[in-house]
């Protein structure tokens, strides 16, 4: 009796979005507060949620959804940490694997980064996976870990908590079920209302484009990015939008445990040129937006002598161990390693180009890295590694990149996505940064 009355309420919700109407605050905090409850049954909620597929939100609308998101459950206590508080979400890519040495740099120069990330589906590889292929890695705290580690070693990586939006983490699993993880103002609100459950004091959202990307229009991209930096301007916090590319594989390594090691690498003052710019321009933003640098030039800058000098990499090594792993794993490479390699070469001459991305990330999971369904696991082992990458001349049967693998599994797949992935008459490249946005 008490559902059919909650959904016999909610059919004046539904139909002010059906209509194209804004829903008030108290019609939304009814709604979150009661799906968050359980007291509204999924049908009533996918019935809201596809209104706002189709309607969209406005901007006052789409804030106070996010609030009370926000409001859902506990916010991470940074209370007598010393700050400045500050992160980046990147909208996901192929070998996109900045935060990785991005945390520890900020660590190194003195501020706090509390990152809480997510996990990989499809052709996009998760920050929280990538770490967990160092042996012993745990990604799975407690708010009071979360706050011991960022406490101890100025940065964590930790996934959403049971408690923390746990509205969210609902409505996640129920767009994903029915169709509509790609509503925009829902993206928003998702990414946003994690972000100020951080207590942030500035954040730099790095949202893709490109056949690589979740989003590959970067028109659709720019609209994603304008409704998280109203949100953030409705909640005061200093925010920056870079919309970067994804036509091609950040970096060279596309896989759990060889990003990893490309991420030390990074984190050593070398590794690929298009991966320590993104590390330093976000950093150097940041940096800039909490005055612990007079502009973003001279913040990059001490983003890069942290790489260069080594405490960037002390530092990942002490969120290594204080997280359950094994300093060692990453101060001596020490990393699972797929015991078969083959070699993936040119079928034809030319200048190398990616024409679908998003093919270089099913091939890894169709190696066995990454995830299908949610239940799918990981190895994290296998993966690529490219010897030549986008613009480079190259003759048929040259060597393009190393396919890792484990007994043949799923090789031939993998093989097939590759061969589609590239062609060998690449014109001018898109420019890694498209566009800097702030709130």
Known sequence: MKERRLAMDARDVLRTKRDGGELS????????????RGEIPDYVASALLMGIFQVGMAEGELAYWTRAMLNSGARLDLEGIEGPFVDKHSTGGVGDKVSLPLAPALAACGVRVPMVSGRGLGHTGGTLDKLESIEGFTTELALDDLRRVLESAGAVFGAQTADLVPADKKLYALRDATGLVESLPLIASSILSKKLA???????????????????DAERGTELARAMLSIARSFELPTTVYQTSMEAPLGRAVGHALEIEETIACLNGGGPRDLRELVTTFGGELLAAVRRAPDRGAGAAAIAASLDDGSALTRFATIVELQGGDRRSVLEVDLPRAPHEHAFEAAGSGVLGFADCRAIGLAVCALGGGRRVPEDRIDPAVGIVWERTAGDPVRAGDLLARVHHRDGRGLDEALAHLASGVHFDASDRSPLVLKRLEA
Request: no cysteine; hydrophobic share 45%.
């Open 25 to 36: 605050p108290e019609e939304i905090d009814a709604f979150i507060t009661g799906y968050s």
């Open 198 to 216: 951080e207590g942030l004091d500035a954040l730099v959202l790095d949202v893709k484009f490109g056949s690589g990307a979740f989003l590959g």
